[in-house]
């Protein structure tokens, strides 16, 4: 990241130390995993990845690692943690730009699979053949895409053609996995020309097929795009996933919604596509449906204080609120009627630009 020019997000610790001798002798540590063994510095806020350099299995160790599970009564082979050399690590990476080694002791960069020319001409290679690698683990044509998108770079041409020719592997890897990749890749500054990329090299129709379906068509993909412009805001706080999922799925839903089974179709891009938890699911879809369904200010005024009082405390409220502006679902007078309820509790986009909070509703208004 440093190289790239890109502020780093968290630093990651490699030593030949075995994971129990960095718990013996660094403080406020502790081993985790099983398969993959590593150990958790705390350091005030802060806490880093201490992981110990590892080598590719070899035969001779499988029956080693049979009897290490045998003997702790485990279904789980160690094979993750055969330990190794510095080099051993970094050629057993994915991309050359992630395989380098800094020594802080001697302040000297250590580039075992020739990374730092690729930085230098940003590409995003392989380490090793690309389609071997590829069949090892699909995920990997993911985040090539989703890491030459992040850091401006492109990926390597045989690489490339790789994804292509095994773009149906992707879709036999689990979905959590995929997951993960989709909300990396919905934080990019731009999604938009990373989701091309994967229709490009045909990923998107192994993995997410209702979005194919808008790609394939102008019209569909011209009305996604508009709403989905409109994301930053609907996403207050990006670290949580139903945030980044909201203005997606509702960019999906405009796109789809003059399809006769457009619901199911929805219902199957965020289960069955996109790895949706069931409540993730419901909030997006409760707050698409209230924005449709807000209550006449007549009759929102005629309830009681705490009807009242409980209808501002939705939890879909406010996203509701601005898909219903995003799509001009309410009169202009409307919105402010109900921005002005929601007072000080409601957060940006809406503050007015003069920097002065609406005023709050008269608790007692009167009715014409």
Known sequence: DLLAGVVPKDFDIATNAEPNQVRKYVRGSYVIGKRFRLVLVK?????????????????????????????????????????????????????????LFYDPIKNTLLDYAKGLPDIESRTIRMIGDPAQRIVEDPIRSLRAIRLAHKLGFHVENQFRESIRTLADRVALSVLPRRREEYLKFLR??????????????????????TLTMIWSDSEKLDTFRTYYQSRKFLTEDATLPVQVYLPFVFA????????????????????????????EQSFVMDAIEMASQFPAVSSFLKRGHRRRSGFLKTETLIPALIIAETDFLMAPAEILFWKQQLGRAFAPPFEPTNGEL???????????
């Open 43 to 99: 350091r005030g806020s802060q806490q880093y990845e201490v992981a110990t350099f590892r080598r590719e299995m070899q035969p001779e160790d499988l029956t080693a690692a049979e009897e290490t599970a045998e003997a702790e009564e485990s279904t789980t082979l160690l094979g993750d943690n055969f330990f190794g050399t510095a080099e051993q690590d970094a050629l057993r990476r994915d991309f050359t730009i992630n395989a």
């Open 188 to 209: 990019l500054s731009d999604p938009l020309p990373a989701l091309a990329e994967l229709f490009d090299l045909e990923l998107m129709k192994y993995l997410l097929p």
């Open 358 to 368: 609406p005023p709050k509703a008269d608790p007692n208004p009167q009715t014409s």
């Open 252 to 279: 999906c839903w405009k796109a789809l919604e003059n399809e006769a089974n457009a619901k199911n179709m929805l219902n199957n891009l965020m289960k069955d596509d996109l790895g949706m938890f069931k409540s």
